[in-house]
């Protein structure tokens, strides 16, 4: 298997850009997790998904961002529009038996909004 | 909200020496992980331990938990310069979800 697969792997936009993230899960995952990683921060929760569905988005910093998983095998992360402070690596995780069990993460996408 | 808090935040060792790296949190949990994470890289997991269990092992890794102590280390005996990364321990929240502590950098200098 491919391991979690996401693209694009560097982005830099403009700020009030849209910026929309991909990601790949691997086949028969059920579980989908998308982080934020900052120096600040750390390693944030955003959204995770069981089955497609959005279980808990809580971790979403505003409504310029939104995800969806349309099939098992794509996911999405959309910030419209994109500010300086969105500035981070975001990965994607995902995992077959549950958030609380291991987590198989892909290689980040590194976001710059200038 | 952060469950796991890692200490230290940076260490330093010479190759060939063990390396600990401890990891407190604070509400009870079910398990806890352990991930590494290469410069420019996503994290790799690297041991999961339960609540029920004390110490696990995994090649040159051992983790130990003390549930009384809200408490976690990892060894790394040996270390190479491949160990050269960051550690984070995660702790199971409700809901399927983990929480990362902000990690512990590891150096291994040759």
């Known amino acids: 298997d491919a391991g979690v697969i996401q693209s694009p792997r560097h982005e830099v936009t403009e700020m009030g850009q849209e910026v929309t993230l991909r990601c790949k899960p691997i086949?028969?995952?059920?579980?989908l997790f998308w982080y934020r990683q900052t120096m600040m921060r750390g390693l944030e929760l955003l959204i995770y998904?069981?089955?497609?569905?959005?279980?808990?988005d809580s971790g979403m910093p505003e409504d310029r961002f939104s995800a969806k998983m349309p099939n098992a095998s794509f996911s999405t992360l959309k910030i419209q529009p994109s500010e300086p402070r969105d500035s981070a690596v975001y990965f994607c995780?995902?995992?077959?038996?549950?958030?609380?069990?291991?987590?198989?993460f892909g290689p980040g996408t590194r976001l710059t909004v200038t | 909200s952060q469950q796991g808090e890692e200490d230290p935040q940076a260490l330093s060792i010479q190759e060939g020496e063990n390396a600990t790296m401890n990891c407190s949190y604070k509400?009870?949990?079910?398990?806890l992980q352990w991930y590494r994470q290469n410069s420019g890289r996503g994290l790799v997991h690297l041991i999961l331990?339960?609540?029920?269990?004390r110490e696990k092992h995994s090649g040159r890794l051992r983790v130990t938990l003390d549930t009384s102590k809200k408490s976690s280390s990892l060894l790394i005996t040996a270390s190479r310069a491949a160990d050269t990364a960051s550690y984070f321990c995660?702790?199971?929240?409700?809901?399927?979800?983990?929480?990362f502590g902000k990690g512990t950098r590891l150096h291994i200098l040759p």
């Open positions: 995780a995902s995992s077959s038996q549950g958030g609380d069990y291991e987590q198989y």
């Open positions: 086949s028969g995952h059920d579980y």
């Open positions: 998904f069981n089955n497609n569905v959005p279980i808990d």
């Open positions: 509400t009870s949990i079910n398990n």
């Open positions: 331990i339960r609540s029920n269990e």
């Open positions: 995660a702790t199971d929240e409700r809901d399927d979800k983990i929480i």
